[in-house]
């Protein structure tokens, strides 16, 4: 597992994402095997800048027929993606190739930049697209001009930031009952709740509307090193770590913040 953040903002893109790959293996243990993970490196490349200055972020599945998934984009980035090809087009081009590799290999990606719109008008475009058994493409901002999207290790971000429901109490089936002239219901697979029960934490009232782009690099790093953190205290595999990588794509320009090198 990973950690890719995007952040989008007024005045640009940034993009953002840990350098560790972990190993699962299989741990033999009294009465059976368990699943185990555990980091196998700290510098693996998950962002990456393409050839039409638009960035792609990759988390889940880490190889592909053996071979690291960086090197496959790497050569997407030499063969299929030119200096004149549209972000829009991107997405379908990763998921068709990752797909004819390996259609039960699960990976999500970031793909992001600008497109010139009829009016010559340079438009952010965010995609998330799901390879394997749940294959999709997602216009991420189709519906807001400034936010944030992060996959991979979600869960600790996702505490901090998004709407939460806690304290459920569950109802058991047979003491619920409902008009079935209003409802339908499929009892089967239903999990009622007791409404009285629950506490609601509403979502982080973040101005994202407002943020600088010096702002949307923090909150990227800041998305990334308090997963890290957090997973220090806690009884998981480290799955998120190692040296950040930031990406800033803007109109006219993309660079890299940070961006890791060979080195002896």
Known sequence: MSLIVTV???EGIVMASDSRA???VNSP???????????????????????????????????????AIASYL??????????DTKISEMPQIILNYFNALDKTRNCIFH???????????????????????NSCIIDSNQDQESGAIWDGQREIMT????????NPKFVEIENFNVNEENYKIHM??????????????PEADIAWEYMSLQDAVNFAKFAIETTVKAMDFRKVSKTVGGPIDILVLKPKESKWLKHKKLSA
């Open 8 to 10: 989008y903002v007024n």
């Open 22 to 24: 972990t190993l699962e």
């Open 29 to 67: 243990m009294i009465g059976g095997v368990e699943r185990q993970s555990f980091p196998l490196s700290d510098s693996t490349h998950k962002t990456f800048l393409c050839a039409n200055g638009c960035g792609i972020s990759t988390c889940g599945a880490a190889d592909f027929s053996g071979q």
């Open 74 to 83: 790497e050569r997407i980035n030499e063969s299929l993606i030119k200096p």
């Open 111 to 133: 793909v992001c930049g600008y497109e010139k719109s009829a009016d010559e008008t340079m438009m952010k475009k965010i995609y998330r697209v799901y390879t394997g058994s």
């Open 159 to 166: 505490r901090l930031i998004k709407k939460q429901i806690v």
């Open 188 to 201: 089967d697979q239903a999990i009622v709740i007791d409404k009285t029960s629950l506490m609601i934490y």
